[in-house]
C-alpha cells in the first residue's frame, strides 16, 4: 500500500477546528493574546491524551511543519503547552527551526540568549527563555540564540535534551519537516505533523511521512488544519471510544404509590359570649383632685372581663414601694453598711524594701571601699634620699676661679708642700728593714728512709 496516496492511513488524527489561513500570528504584545483566542477556539487538546497515549513524564514531543509555515506548528505545541500548564506539568517549548526563526521573532526573542546558548555556554533556562503566560504551572518559551544558523549536531542535541529533561516534565520541540526536523526526530517520542489539507495534497504529505519513516523516526499522530469544529469533535470521540461500550443503567423504579387519608381537623373552642358592658355616664367631678392616668405600658386589668375559667395564669404585681433597678444609681450600696477599715501596706512590702536600702548600702560602701580607686592611688609616694655636695664656702670658690693674680702663689705654695711630703715619705721607706722569714727544713721520718 502506498503510503503518499492514503496519508494519513492509519495515524491518529487531531483536528485543530481551525483551517491554515485563520492563524495569523504577529510579533509583539499581542502575540500571547493571539495565542490565547487560537487555544480557545481550537479544538486541538482535545486529542493531548490521545497523542499521549498514556506515556510518563519527561516526554518530548516533535511538531513538525511544512518549511515556511511555522505558524501551524507553533499554534499546536502553543495549545498543548497551555493545557499541560493547566493539568500542573512544566513544559519547556523550544523553537528549532533555527533557518526561519519565525517563533523566536514572535515571542521577541532575536538576538537573545536561546537553546544554543544553555547547549554550548551553559546558561540557564531562566536566562535563555521568557515565562509563558498561561494559568497553572509556569512554563518557558526558549528561542534559537544568540546567533542563526546555530549548525547544531547530534551530540549537543542529546547533551541538551538530557539536562532539560531533569528540569521539565514535557519538552515541546518546533521544527521543520526537513533535514532539520530529522536531526532533532531520534530524541523525540512524539511526534505530529501539523497538514494544512489546504495548500498541501496528501500525495505531499506521504512523502513527508515517508521520509521520516525511513530515517527510523515515524510519525505518531497529524494535526489537521481543514476540519470544522463538528467533525473533529466527532473523530476525536470515535477515537477515543475504542469500542468501548457503556452499559445502560437502568432507570430507577418508580415509588409505589400510597393512598393519603386525610387527617382529622382540629375542633376549634368554643367561644364564651362575653358579657355586655353598659355604657357609664360620665359625671361632672367638681373640685376633686384629679388621679394620675397608668402609663401606656402598664397594662390594665379590669377584673370584671376576666373570666376565671379562662385564663389560668395571673402575673403577680410588683409592690409599689420597690424602686426599679433602672432607676438605682451605678455604686449603689447596701442600708446600714458601714464604710470598712482603709487598706493599709502590706508587711511583706515594707521588708522588702528594707532589704533592698541595705543591700544598696552594703554595695555602695563595697564600691567606694575596695573597687573604686582614689585619686591619690593605693600607695603612698617613696622619698629617694639623693646625695647632694655642701655649698662651697666664699675661700674655695675664690681659689677655684682662674684669672686671678692673688691666687698664683697659694698654687706654687701648694706644690711645693706636696714635693716635700713625698721626699719624706721616701726616706721612710728607705729606713725600714724587710726581713724574711728562714724556712727551716722538715724532719725525714725513719721509715721513709728505710723504704
Not at 94 to 119: N, Q
Request: glycine share 8%.
Amino acid at each position: 500500500m502506498d503510503q503518499r496516496h492514503d496519508f494519513p492511513g492509519e495515524l491518529p488524527v487531531i483536528p485543530s477546528g481551525l483551517s491554515g489561513g485563520e492563524i495569523d500570528l504577529v510579533p509583539g504584545e499581542g502575540f500571547w493574546t493571539r495565542i490565547e483566542q487560537i487555544a480557545l477556539k481550537g479544538e486541538m487538546t482535545r486529542g493531548l491524551d490521545m497523542a499521549m497515549h498514556g506515556k510518563a513524564s519527561p516526554r518530548i514531543w516533535l511538531f513538525l511543519h511544512e518549511p515556511g509555515r511555522g505558524e501551524l506548528s507553533t499554534a499546536t505545541a502553543m495549545s498543548f503547552a497551555r493545557e499541560l500548564a493547566f493539568r500542573d506539568q512544566a513544559a519547556l517549548l523550544l523553537d528549532c527551526d533555527d533557518g526561519d526563526m519565525a517563533l523566536t521573532r514572535w515571542a521577541g526573542r532575536v538576538e537573545a540568549e536561546g537553546w544554543i546558548d544553555l547547549a554550548r555556554y551553559g546558561t540557564s533556562v531562566l536566562t535563555s527563555g521568557v515565562p509563558m503566560p498561561f494559568v497553572g504551572r509556569r512554563g518557558y518559551l526558549l528561542g534559537v540564540g544568540s546567533f542563526a544558523p546555530t549548525h547544531v549536531t547530534g551530540e549537543e542535541i542529546d547533551s541538551l535534551l538530557t539536562r532539560l529533561r531533569r528540569q521539565g516534565d514535557d519538552l515541546l520541540l518546533v521544527a521543520p519537516a526537513d533535514s532539520m526536523g530529522r536531526l532533532w526526530a531520534p530524541a523525540a517520542t512524539i511526534r505530529i505533523f501539523c497538514w494544512d489539507q489546504q495548500t498541501m495534497s496528501a500525495e505531499k504529505a506521504g512523502a513527508i511521512s515517508a521520509e521520516f519513516t525511513d530515517a527510523g523516526c515515524p510519525l505518531t499522530a497529524v494535526a489537521t488544519f481543514q476540519e470544522t469544529g463538528a467533525a473533529g469533535e466527532m473523530l476525536v470521540e470515535e477515537i477515543l471510544s475504542e469500542d468501548e461500550t457503556v452499559p445502560e443503567t437502568p432507570a430507577p423504579a418508580a415509588p409505589p404509590e400510597t393512598t393519603e387519608t386525610p387527617e382529622p381537623e382540629a375542633e376549634e373552642p368554643p367561644v364564651l359570649d362575653e358579657p355586655e358592658i353598659d355604657p357609664v355616664e360620665e359625671e361632672a367631678v367638681v373640685d376633686e383632685p384629679v388621679v394620675a392616668e397608668p402609663e401606656a405600658d402598664e397594662p390594665v386589668v379590669d377584673d370584671t372581663l376576666v373570666d376565671d375559667s379562662v385564663v389560668d395564669e395571673t402575673v403577680p404585681e410588683e409592690p409599689e414601694d420597690e424602686p426599679d433597678w433602672r432607676d438605682l444609681p451605678l455604686e449603689a450600696t447596701a442600708e446600714h453598711e458601714e464604710p470598712g477599715p482603709a487598706r493599709e501596706t502590706s508587711r511583706v512590702f515594707w521588708f522588702g524594701a528594707v532589704v533592698a536600702l541595705v543591700l544598696i548600702a552594703v554595695a555602695s560602701i563595697y564600691y567606694f571601699k575596695f573597687v573604686r580607686v582614689p585619686s591619690e592611688g593605693h600607695f603612698k609616694e617613696i622619698n629617694v634620699a639623693t646625695e647632694t655636695e655642701p655649698p662651697a664656702t666664699a675661700n674655695e670658690m675664690a681659689s677655684t676661679e682662674p684669672g686671678k693674680p692673688e691666687d698664683l702663689p697659694s698654687a706654687t705654695v701648694g706644690a711645693d708642700s706636696l714635693a716635700v711630703t713625698g721626699q719624706a715619705m721616701d726616706d721612710t721607706l728607705d729606713a725600714v728593714t724587710v726581713t724574711e722569714p728562714v724556712r727551716e727544713p722538715l724532719p725525714i721520718r725513719s721509715s721513709l728512709l728505710r723504704s
